[in-house]
């Protein structure tokens, strides 16, 4: 290739294709363009250990700044694109030049839904948390004693809520469906942690719409619910979930439906264009499929990387995941999309335990808390297409090991 391979979104994504590139041995010209000032960065510590305090921006850094020109990557910082032409090959970027590729990546994640203007959505001290910005807004507002309201009570919001309740801040979290984490959890993990949250001193309110945020000078200053109780709130932190950034596909002419999709092998509608991580929506086991995670972002853009050198295989992950609350850790493995059978097994240590998803009989996640074992076995069994029982899985007498053969 004479051109370069150009990837948009300077993320997860983004770092984990420049880099297998590298090590499949392709030594053309690599470009990696990103929005932020900061080098690429992981996002996932960003409402844990960094507003914590635990961890600095330098250990944030998904590689140490001096990688990319060791590695001959051209890292363009505080660049977007503006348009992308596929006929020409060409993408505008925002300082006003244009740059041809052979072959271009789109890994440009997503972004937090906001609330409505109209109930108050824009007012200060109404954050979301995405980026190394949104982190850095909140934390200077954080105070002990303060009242904090979480919008939403998916893992984003609880995460926010432990860490925020673990430095002393009175702490509510608003949910709109029945259970927090209804869309991506059976009751058993809900339950796990909505008592892991209120022994925190967390008050859940589900099944709780949120009417408006009342200001007082432009500042938020109490969350009004449409039951009609009103919250004080010095502080709104909001977690409702993300939106794919697709919109430089959708101008440009490319497929688009809930992300860019693409096709097994991580092609866009366009050929030379290719697409991973949390915008890309791909076929898996039957269905059209968006995941928002750590491991997808990585092992997709290093699938798409091994096609645009010549691979053929189609991209078959073993979906997994992570929440650090407290001091809960939980893991999962799988996806637990359109389970019929749910069964809990408790761990061989004291708030341990696991939730085991089954479809016709067939596992397909594991929720594991503090349970590492589990999780580690619930993963093998995933990845080598077998099925521990459910009535063995619920059985804590029964050793996995044997359970999986």
Not at 46 to 66: C, M, Q, T
Not at 236 to 250: F, K, S, T, W, Y
Not at 317 to 337: E, M, T
Request: hydrophobic share 45%; aromatic share 6%.
């Amino acid at each position: 290739m004479t051109e370069p391979i150009v990837i948009v979104g300077a993320g997860q994504a983004g770092v984990a294709l420049a880099a297998k590139l590298r090590a499949l041995d392709y030594a053309g010209p690599l470009i990696l363009i990103g929005d932020e000032a900061v080098p690429p960065y992981q996002r996932p510590p960003l409402s844990k250990k960094y507003v914590s305090g635990e961890l600095d921006v330098e250990r944030l850094l998904i590689r140490p700044r001096d990688w990319y020109a060791e590695q001959s990557i051209e890292l363009r910082l505080e660049q977007r694109v503006t348009a992308l032409a596929p006929r020409e090959h060409e993408i505008a970027l925002s300082d006003g030049t244009r740059l041809r590729y052979a072959k271009l990546a789109i890994t440009s994640g997503a972004r937090p839904r906001s609330l409505p203007a109209e109930i108050g959505g824009a007012l200060e001290g109404v954050e979301t948390i995405r980026g190394l910005a949104d982190a850095d807004a909140i934390i200077p507002q954080l105070r002990t004693g303060m009242n904090l309201v979480v919008v939403g009570g998916g893992y984003i919001g609880l995460e926010a809520a432990a860490v925020t309740a673990s430095k002393g801040m009175k702490v509510t979290v608003i949910e709109a469906a029945e259970r927090i984490l209804q869309r991506v959890a059976a009751a058993e993990t809900s339950a796990y942690f909505r008592d892991l949250h209120q022994r925190h001193g967390v008050t859940i309110r589900e099944a709780t719409g949120l009417d408006r945020l009342v200001d007082q000078d432009r500042r938020v200053a109490a969350v009004t619910l449409r039951d009609g109780t009103a919250l004080p709130a010095d502080l709104v932190i909001v977690g409702i979930g993300v939106l794919p950034n697709d919109q430089l596909a959708r101008d440009a002419g490319l497929l688009v439906e809930n992300g860019i999709t693409v096709d097994a092998q991580g092609r866009t509608s366009d050929p030379d264009i290719f697409a991973a991580g949390d915008c890309a929506n791909f076929p898996w086991q039957g269905q059209r499929t968006r995941l928002e995670s750590v491991q997808n972002a990585i092992e997709q853009a290093e699938h798409a990387a091994a096609v645009m050198l010549g691979a053929t295989e189609p991209y078959d992950p073993v979906p997994w995941f992570w929440s650090d609350q407290y001091d809960v850790k939980l893991q999962i493995a799988g996806l637990n999309r359109g389970y019929d059978q749910v069964v809990l097994r408790p761990g061989k240590r004291p708030g341990s335990q696991s939730v085991w998803y089954y479809r016709q009989g067939a596992l397909i996640a594991v929720d594991a808390m503090n349970d590492a074992l589990a999780y580690a076995f619930g993963k093998k069994a995933l990845e080598s297409g077998k099925t521990i029982a459910p009535e063995r899985a619920a059985d804590p007498a029964v050793d996995l090991k044997t359970a999986l053969g």
